[in-house]
């Protein structure tokens, strides 16, 4: 399961120019919300914010990206704060260039998920069975919660 939580560029002091601190989820209302039109739009900052208690922020302001990674370029040139995937921006979260700027646990779980198909002739064929380790082993080293499921 993949969880859509904030991620946004630090800068000095976690303080951006002309900006207000982003210490708590409050401090939102203060910043640039980074949109990803989503054909189901359960990955949206109204459910983020409404799950996080806030029903006092906008969740509509800010610019909307059709590919998410137009939405994370955004948020490391500056321009605002992103709700992604912790998997997409794990790289960055890891060189410091994007940060989680709230507790995980305000992360909101979504449903929708990835899966691996074939058919019953092919599922235990090596190749097939070498790509679905592989593909488990890099989903694992990303998210240690991940399971295999038939």
Same mark, same amino acid.
């Given at each position: 399961?993949?969880?859509?939580?904030?991620?946004? %560029?630090?800068?000095?002091d976690?303080?951006?120019?002309?900006?207000?601190?982003l210490?708590?989820? !409050? =401090?939102?209302?203060?910043?640039?919300l980074?949109?990803?039109?989503?054909? =189901?739009a359960? $990955?949206?900052? @109204?459910?983020?914010?409404? #799950? *996080? /208690?806030?029903?006092?922020?906008?969740?509509? @302001? /800010?610019?909307?990206?059709?590919?998410?990674?137009? #939405?994370v370029? $955004? &948020?490391?040139?500056?321009?605002?704060? #992103?709700?992604?995937g =912790?998997?997409?921006? *794990? +790289?960055?979260? *890891?060189?410091? %260039?994007?940060? %989680?700027?709230? =507790?995980?646990?305000?992360?909101?779980p979504?449903?929708?998920?990835?899966?691996?198909?074939?058919?019953? +002739?092919? #599922?235990?064929?090596?190749?097939?069975? *070498?790509? @679905?380790?592989?593909?488990? !082993?890099? &989903? %694992?080293? &990303? @998210?240690?919660?991940?399971e295999?499921?038939?």
């Open positions: 399961m993949q969880s859509g939580a904030p991620a946004w %560029r630090p800068a000095h976690q303080i951006s120019p002309g900006k207000a601190p210490r708590s989820p !409050e =401090d939102l209302r203060h910043h640039t980074l949109h990803i039109v989503w054909k =189901d359960e $990955a949206s900052w @109204r459910m983020w914010l409404l #799950a *996080a /208690g806030l029903s006092d922020i906008d969740p509509t @302001r /800010g610019p909307h990206f059709t590919q998410e990674n137009m #939405a370029q $955004a &948020a490391l040139d500056g321009q605002g704060v #992103a709700l992604v =912790d998997i997409l921006v *794990a +790289d960055h979260l *890891a060189a410091g %260039r994007l940060v %989680r700027p709230f =507790d995980p646990s305000l992360s909101t979504l449903s929708f998920a990835y899966y691996l198909l074939s058919t019953n +002739d092919s #599922a235990e064929q090596p190749k097939v069975t *070498a790509f @679905r380790t592989w593909l488990l !082993e890099e &989903a %694992r080293a &990303a @998210r240690p919660e991940v295999e499921r038939t």
